[in-house]
């Protein structure tokens, strides 16, 4: 008696040489699938020596950008009296007692250290890196109160020592105390401070200090970064 298998309809997968199967019969996605990897890989072994050196660099490259582009847009605001010392290069030789002093282009300068940071997370790790950085930033590692200890310390303590000096001169004193619309001052300080930080930090916290950490100690890496 002979006896005839069918094989079963719309099942046009065969094996192939060496036991592996075919794209023959695969859904389409999954084709298309295979074709972007594929595609991915080659692109990657197209450019793996300017990947390669942009990775073993990416701090150095950071830093280059980041006091190029930033700084230089400070440098521009200032004019030729910030190269002859003539200059209030960063706003320190005043203290902010008006809403109006607050120079816009400082604050146009904080969204570059987010932009160079994104540029070379892109350039030297891709959507990888991207999302790793994503991922720290959400994930909160210690309880709430200890980010109220390191947001509140510095400041509380800062203005306590300034109430003691202001006992012996009166220039000690805190603008917010001499401040006329003391109100709007400190909102403005405080929305300028939170804009800023958050843009810098996420490059000097998130990005250059995440990456010299893996190569140097906590000591070198905290000197580097300042």
Known sequence: T??????????????AKGGQATDVGLP??????????????VETMQHPSARAFIRRHVV???????????????????????????????GTDAELTSAAEVDPFMMAGAPIYLLVTILVIALAFGRTGLRDLR???????????????ALLTAPLLST??????????????????????????????????????FFEEIAWTGFATHELSKRHGLLATGLIVG
Request: aromatic share 10%; proline share 4%.
């Open 2 to 15: 002979m006896t005839v298998t069918a094989r079963a309809p719309g099942n046009s997968r065969s094996p």
């Open 135 to 149: 991922s720290r930033l959400l994930r909160w590692r210690v309880d709430v109160r200890w980010y109220a200890v």
């Open 28 to 41: 389409f996605s999954h084709a298309e699938s295979r074709e972007q990897l594929q595609a991915a890989a």
């Open 160 to 197: 306590a020592i300034l109430f003691a000096l202001s006992l012996t001169s009166d220039a000690y004193l805190p603008g917010i105390v001499t401040a006329e619309d003391k109100a709007t001052l400190l909102v403005t300080g405080l929305v300028a401070g939170l804009f800023a930080g």
């Open 60 to 90: 150095l490259i950071f830093y280059v950008l980041v006091f190029t582009l930033a700084w230089g847009l400070i440098l521009i605001n200032a004019g030729p009296g910030a190269f002859l010392g003539t200059t209030d290069l960063l």
